[in-house]
C-alpha cells in the first residue's frame, strides 16, 4: 500500500504553522503592555544625536534600543521610557545607524509613575503627565473652530481639512520623531470613550496646563507600524496661547 506522502506533507506543513499562529498575539501583547507601562531598564549604553539620545537598556525581557529627547543621563541609571512607540528598521541618519527596532518616548524616574520636570538634571526637558479630565473650555472662534468632541463626532466630514480646537494640553511629549505630540482636552466629549481628547503634533514648544488655540489638519486612522494607530489627530498644527 502507498504511503500518500504528497497528502501528508501539507497536513503537516498546515499543523505546523497552526502552532506557531500564538505567537504574534503574544508578541502583540507583549507590546500592548509595554505602550500602556513604558519600558523600564538600567542604561546600559548611551549615544548622542541630536536631538535624539539613543539608550540600550537592560530589561527583564532582554536588551532593548529606546530614544529619548536629548539627555545626560549615564549608564547604570534605572529609568522608564513613558508612552513608548516602537518603530521598526529605523535609519538614524545622525548615527549613521539603522535600529531593527527602537521605542521613542520620553523618560521617567523607574516606578514614580510620571515624567520628570523641566529643569531635571539627569533629565533635561522631558515633561508629561497622565490626561485627566478637564473643566469646560471656551470654544475657538472662527468658521474651522470646532471643539474635541465635535472632531470626533465629525470626523468623516473633516478628515483632511484644517480645523481649530481650543484646550488644555493635559499631556506633552517632544522631540519625538522630529514632532511635539500633545493631547489637548476642552471639557467635552466622553471619558469613558476617548472622545474627550485629541492628540495633535506640531513644531511649536508648549508645556503642562498650556491653555492653546491649535490650528491643523486633521487625520483618521494614523500608522506608525507594530500595531501603532491613532484613530484621530491634528497633524502640523500652529499653536497659539491663548
Keep these: 500500500m502507498r504511503t500518500p ?3 501528508l506533507l501539507p497536513m503537516l506543513a498546515f499543523a505546523a504553522c497552526q502552532a506557531k499562529a500564538p505567537q504574534p498575539d503574544a508578541a502583540n501583547a507583549d507590546q500592548a503592555a509595554i505602550a500602556a507601562n513604558g519600558l523600564t531598564g538600567t542604561v546600559v549604553e548611551r549615544l548622542s544625536a541630536s536631538p535624539y539620545t539613543y539608550l ?3 530589561t527583564i525581557d532582554g536588551e532593548a534600543w529606546a530614544a529619548v529627547p536629548e539627555s545626560t543621563i549615564e549608564p547604570g541609571a ?3 521610557v513613558a508612552n513608548p512607540i516602537l518603530m521598526s528598521n529605523f535609519e538614524s541618519s545622525a548615527l549613521q545607524r539603522t535600529f531593527a527596532e527602537v521605542y521613542f518616548g520620553t523618560l521617567t524616574a523607574a516606578g514614580s509613575g510620571g515624567v520628570l520636570p523641566a529643569g531635571h538634571p539627569e533629565i533635561g526637558t522631558a515633561q508629561g503627565s497622565t490626561p ?3 473643566g469646560p473650555v471656551a ?3 472662527g468658521r474651522e473652530a470646532h471643539t474635541v468632541a465635535e472632531l470626533w463626532t465629525q470626523q468623516s466630514a473633516l478628515e483632511g481639512k484644517p480645523v481649530t ?3 488644555v494640553v493635559v499631556k506633552y511629549n517632544p522631540g519625538i520623531m522630529g514632532k511635539n505630540w500633545l493631547h489637548v482636552q ?3 466629549g466622553d471619558a469613558a470613550l476617548g472622545t474627550n481628547d485629541i492628540t495633535v503634533t506640531t513644531l511649536h514648544a508648549a508645556a503642562l496646563g498650556d491653555t492653546l488655540t491649535i490650528t491643523g489638519t486633521l487625520r483618521r486612522n494614523l500608522e506608525l507600524g507594530s500595531g501603532y494607530s491613532f484613530p484621530l489627530i491634528v497633524e ?3 499653536v497659539e496661547k491663548r
Design 5 to 7: 506522502v504528497a497528502f
Design 56 to 58: 540600550r537598556l537592560r
Design 78 to 80: 534605572l529609568v522608564t
Design 132 to 134: 485627566a479630565m478637564i
Design 139 to 141: 470654544r475657538a472662534e
Design 165 to 167: 480646537v481650543r484646550g
Design 186 to 188: 476642552d471639557g467635552t
Design 236 to 238: 502640523d498644527a500652529t
